[in-house]
């Protein structure tokens, strides 16, 4: 089975309430102060207290294009990503050469060579380390880049696997783009990294009798017809988000059959489950998961927590809370259920044991 032996997630230095980001968005997306009751409406209700930038609020403003802000993806997510890996490695006590796959995910930006790619030399990672670059998952990208890991160390039982997720959502926000799904982005989002360090079954843990979540299994699904629900329209200026009103409700209606059948197969169900690790996409996302589910009221604190300290990080936010949890971990024994969903419209499920 694949054990999680570290996760070490970062932000960036530049930490606004949500009151200063909404009049940047404001200068930077509204026409003459048009529509301002609106985004004060929305950026109020999506329960964000506060988030951290890549930049400098006031640089925003110099950002002409697409070509300038992924310019500055490359540059600041190399820096985020290399913190991270080196985080979780160290964490972990693992050296970099000991690495025999990394996996990179996000969605906040392009680089070829990839990010991972660019972190063989400043980590010191083997030269035949094996990359796999994965672009287009969205907030699931967490979860599913776990379940990624268990697949790939199948076959590496001795093997070393690393997760690195970078997203800088701000730098998708799309200048005089007054329209809902713009405004809710813009006030949900924020910016990050995290990176996991995974080991294969046969592989003896360097911090001895530490007791690390085991990979037990996991489940994805592809709900038909959704794919109008959440995404990106990549267009000359960069990534427009793409976010329909009923993300709640398709979560909603297709969550509690999944998790029960997926638990089911295991002689589980929900009430066998001690730690809930899922990715805090929204309030609405948040109150439909524990609705539909039936879950007790502290079951998502750390989701709401998450959502109101740092907003939604896309896929960097349930590695985060897979941090915390394994920080403060339910008894040995125990089981626990993370998962995220993105666009697809896809739900990721992967269940652990402590």
């Given at each position: ?17 949500q ?5 940047l968005?404001?200068d ?5 102060g ?16 506060a988030r951290h ?5 006031q ?14 993806f490359?540059?600041?997510g190399l ?5 991270a890996v080196r985080g979780?490695?160290?964490?972990a006590g693992?050296?970099a050469?000991?690495v025999?796959?990394?996996v ?8 070829a ?7 063989v030399?400043?980590l ?5 380390v094996?990359?796999?670059?994965v672009f287009?998952?969205?907030?699931v990208?967490g979860?599913?880049?776990i379940?990624l ?5 199948g076959?590496r039982?001795?093997g ?7 997203e800088?959502c ?6 005089g783009?007054?329209s809902?799904?713009?405004?809710v982005?813009s ?6 990294a ?7 079954r ?5 911090s ?7 990979v037990?299994?996991?489940r ?8 109008d629900?959440?995404?990106w329209?990549i267009g000359?200026h960069g ?8 993300v709640?409700?398709v979560v909603a209606?297709?969550l ?6 997926f638990?089911?197969a ?7 489950i001690a730690a ?7 309030p ?9 589910l039936?879950?007790?009221t ?10 109101e300290?740092v ?6 936010s349930?590695?985060?809370l ?11 024994g125990?089981?626990?259920?993370l ?5 697809g419209?896809?739900c990721?499920?992967?269940l652990?044991?402590w």
């Amino acid at each position: 089975m694949t054990r999680l032996t570290a996760v070490y997630g970062v932000l960036p230095p530049y930490r606004y309430p949500q009151a200063d980001l909404t009049e940047l968005v404001a200068d930077l997306c509204l026409f003459n102060g048009d529509g301002r009751a609106l985004l004060d409406r929305v950026h109020s209700n999506v329960q964000v207290k506060a988030r951290h930038l890549v930049m400098p609020a006031q640089r925003y403003a110099e950002l002409d294009g697409f070509s300038a802000a992924n310019d500055v993806f490359v540059e600041a997510g190399l820096d985020l990503a290399e913190e991270a890996v080196r985080g979780a490695l160290d964490r972990a006590g693992v050296a970099a050469g000991e690495v025999d796959v990394i996996v990179s995910v996000s969605v906040t930006g392009i680089a070829a060579p990839s990010l991972e790619a660019r972190l063989v030399p400043r980590l010191g990672l083997r030269a035949d380390v094996v990359r796999v670059p994965v672009f287009g998952l969205g907030c699931v990208a967490g979860a599913s880049g776990i379940a990624l890991l268990h697949e790939l160390l199948g076959g590496r039982p001795n093997g070393v696997a690393v997760l690195m997720a970078v997203e800088l959502c701000s730098l998708t926000v799309q200048r005089g783009d007054a329209s809902m799904a713009n405004l809710v982005a813009s006030g949900l989002f924020g910016d990050g990294a995290a990176a996991v360090v995974a080991i294969g079954r046969d592989r003896s843990l360097a911090s001895g009798g530490t007791v690390v979540p085991t990979v037990i299994d996991t489940r994805s699904r592809v709900y038909p017809d959704t794919e109008d629900v959440l995404g990106w329209r990549i267009g000359a200026h960069g990534f427009q988000v793409v976010l329909a009103p009923n993300v709640a409700e398709v979560v909603a209606a297709s969550l509690p059959g999944d998790v029960d059948a997926f638990l089911a197969a295991h002689g589980l169900s929900r009430a066998d489950i001690a730690a809930w690790i899922c990715h805090p996409g929204g309030p609405k996302v948040l109150e439909a998961v524990e609705q539909s589910l039936g879950l007790p009221t502290d079951a998502l604190a750390r989701s709401w927590t998450s959502l109101e300290e740092v907003g939604n990080l896309s896929s960097v936010s349930v590695l985060h809370l897979l941090e915390d949890t394994m920080a403060a971990p339910p008894p040995a024994g125990s089981h626990g259920l993370l998962f995220a969903m993105g666009p697809g419209f896809t739900c990721q499920l992967v269940l652990l044991r402590w």
